[in-house]
């Protein structure tokens, strides 16, 4: 479409304001490819350097398989722990002006550099007092926003390819699609505004928009922008956060739509650029919903209740918070830490939501067939209808089954096995992230380099922690026999939620009783709980067979017995030994800068932190860590090993 934008745009249509703008729209894409190769480069090395870790794991003669072993993995290292102390600290508003908060230091500096190419480009031999000068920066950043527009659209898909060439999930890929996409805002309002003036002071207005009707789908297109940059600010996306969604995809493609009317036919190839871009994501993942969702034919004939469209979820709650949905016969891989995405017909018709898996992926040899597992914690929306259907039924004394269907895995951990060190912070459902992570070190027969793990779960009510509590009982078990050092502890926020007194189980045996009112800690050990096989799918009905199993194991001396209470049947033990593994509980807020102190100072190796929670908690764990690399000067000649940190952080 050879649409001009009035006397203006015939003119720097023409090579003379063209030509550069153009080589400008070029070399911005040369930097992002340039990025994007720079990545790929580090992502080999740092395969290169794990494969290496596991290797000499398997000899003893090799200490601290997780320390640099040369002078090139030595300045690699140095580098990196610099960029750690550089990019994780980060500034946390508290109270209503919360989700003003700055990003993290890193992002921040990301976004700067941006902005500084963005700058560069609109400025650089266009700022020129002369007749032309509104016409020369109007048309500039005519080019330079939209040669961002692919962009914006990349950085927005789940199945991105940059985000598969960088290993990175959409989710963080999200946080730059939101500052590229205000950044563009700001391009494209230069844009209008230097031509508007330009009008102005000719006098032109009025003629403009009546002789050039394109000149009004750049407003359009400009005013979905500004709504589009309204309606994603906090407060309002979480306040109606399906409704944001669906009206922002619909902006999404009426801006593309408005992009195309109104931009000439030799800049219109970005438009298409991005409707590529999405239409790749869409059709992708498409086609794996129908490759996930719908089977021909039963696979297992010993499988019951397999479904050919969709799965059968169970709804189940734990507590006036929590929800946990059970869906059975999942043939998915995935790897701790990955979250899927949900879409239940029944409860919210054109919705998907994300959750991570919170069930390590087993698969035992009685039936092929896998079951996974979601604790839902209930906000607003989506949340609650799940909770109020399953009380319901509940109430009812009905079975809460409802079809759904699953999209992904998504999410990118890192390789857990090759760190000596594990910290794993959690808050509230943040635990369905760190558990299986612990899980799947323990029961892993890979090579590993793993020694410790510290395990430390933030929540405001004790009745919050009852679908992980027997899972952390079996995985302390099963580190005593791995001989892996596992401790774990449970910070309850609310001391209101606690009992007024506690038994506590001391090194040498015996119980004594502790008042968590005083501010003591409470420790559990397994003789209150029943342990249960890994991959066990948890509900409220304890398995006779599962205990009996580990019984036979020796993590129980005794007899075991059914009692039944009320209509629920449940096993007890009359006898058993006293195991060293237990849960320490504490009442109020830990100190998360001493709990992850005390394992890095112990270990030898290279140590990761990861932290799945809120913005409070996340921004606490980044401060912590860059204080205390820099405290031990991190790769400096001084001794102490790297501080690697995974953020997960949920909100809306």
């Known amino acids: 479409m050879d649409m001009n934008m009035g006397a203006g745009m015939d003119m720097s249509s023409s090579p003379m304001f063209r030509t550069y703008s153009q080589a400008l729209a070029r070399g911005y894409w040369y930097i992002v490819a340039g990025l994007v190769g720079f990545i790929l480069l580090l992502r080999a090395f740092e395969f290169y350097e794990i494969r290496s870790r596991l290797r000499l794991s398997q000899s003893r003669s090799i200490e601290y398989p997780t320390k640099p072993q040369n002078i090139a993995t030595q300045i690699y290292a140095t580098a990196t722990a610099i960029s750690r102390e550089m990019s994780y600290p980060n500034l946390h508003l508290k109270g209503p002006f919360s989700w003003l908060s700055p990003p993290p230091l890193g992002r921040a500096l990301f976004i700067i550099c941006y902005w500084a190419v963005i700058i560069f480009m609109m400025t650089d031999k266009a700022i020129i007092s002369d007749a032309q000068y509104y016409e020369r920066i109007g048309f500039r950043a005519a080019w330079i926003s939209v040669t961002q527009v692919p962009l914006v659209y990349l950085l927005a898909s789940k199945s991105s390819l940059i985000g598969h060439l960088a290993g990175s999930s959409h989710e963080r890929l999200n946080q730059l699609h939101r500052w590229v996409s205000r950044t563009l805002l700001v391009t494209v309002t230069v844009h209008g505004g230097f031509f508007m003036r330009e009008w102005v002071l ?9 002789m050039m009707p394109i000149v009004k789908y750049g407003i359009g297109a400009w005013a979905v922008l500004v709504w589009t940059f309204l309606s994603s600010l906090s407060p309002l996306r979480r306040r109606a956060y399906e409704l944001f ?48 969702n719908f089977r021909v034919r039963s696979i297992s004939s010993d499988s019951n209740n397999v479904r050919k469209t969709g799965y059968r979820a169970e709804l189940q709650t734990w507590c006036e918070d929590i929800t946990v949905i059970t869906i059975r016969d999942v043939r998915l891989s995935w790897k701790p ?33 896998d079951a996974i597992q979601f604790a839902v914690r209930t906000e607003s929306g989506f949340s609650k209808r799940i909770h109020s259907y399953a009380g319901k039924m509940e109430r009812e004394d009905k079975v809460a089954s409802l ?11 890192p390789n857990w ?69 596992l401790s774990v502890e449970i910070a309850i926020t609310d001391g209101r939620s606690s009992d007024k007194s506690s038994l506590k189980l001391t090194n040498s045996g015996e119980v004594e009783q502790q008042h968590p009112d005083d501010g003591a800690t409470v420790i559990e050990g397994l003789e209150n709980e029943k342990p249960q096989p890994q991959g066990h799918v948890l509900s409220k009905r304890k398995s006779h067979s599962s205990l009996k199993s580990l019984s036979e194991q020796g ?5 075991v017995k059914q009692q039944k209470t009320s209509d629920i049947t449940v096993d007890t033990v009359d006898s058993y030994r006293k195991p060293r593994y237990r849960i320490v509980y504490s009442d109020g807020r830990p100190n998360i800068s001493e709990f992850i102190r005390g394992p890095i100072e112990a270990t030898g190796g290279e140590t990761t932190v990861a932290v799945c929670g809120g913005k409070s ?7 912590c860590v860059a204080s205390l690399s820099d405290e031990r000067a991190v790769h400096k000649g001084t001794g102490a090993n790297g501080i690697h940190l995974h953020v997960e952080e949920y909100c809306f």
Request: include cysteine.
């Open 617 to 623: 908690v996340v921004a606490t764990v980044r401060n």
């Open 417 to 485: 096995s090759a760190y000596e060190t594990l910290i794993l912070i959690s808050a509230s459902t943040g635990a369905s992230f760190t558990l299986p992570i612990v899980e799947s070190v323990l029961y892993s027969s890979s090579t590993m380099c793993v020694r410790r793990i510290s395990f430390l779960l933030i929540v405001r009510q004790r009745t919050h922690i009852e679908f992980y509590t027997q899972r952390l009982l079996d995985a302390l078990a099963r580190a005593e026999t791995t001989g892996i050092n």
């Open 337 to 369: 830490g990955q979250h899927l995405y949900l879409w239940i017909p029944r409860l919210g018709p054109l919705e998907t939501h994300p959750f991570t898996i919170a069930s390590p992926h087993t698969t035992t040899n009685e039936c092929l067939c």
């Open 403 to 413: 079809t759904a269907f699953i999209a992904g895995p998504y999410g990118a951990p």
């Open 202 to 210: 000719a006098d032109l207005v009025k003629m403009e928009l009546w």
């Open 245 to 292: 969604v669906l009206q922002h995809i619909a902006a999404a493609a009426v801006f593309l739509w408005l992009l195309w009317v109104h931009v000439p036919s030799y800049a219109s190839y970005n438009v298409w650029f991005a409707i590529g871009a999405i239409s790749f994501d869409w059709i992708l993942r498409g086609a794996l919903l129908i490759y996930d």
């Open 555 to 559: 993590y129980y001396s005794g007899e």
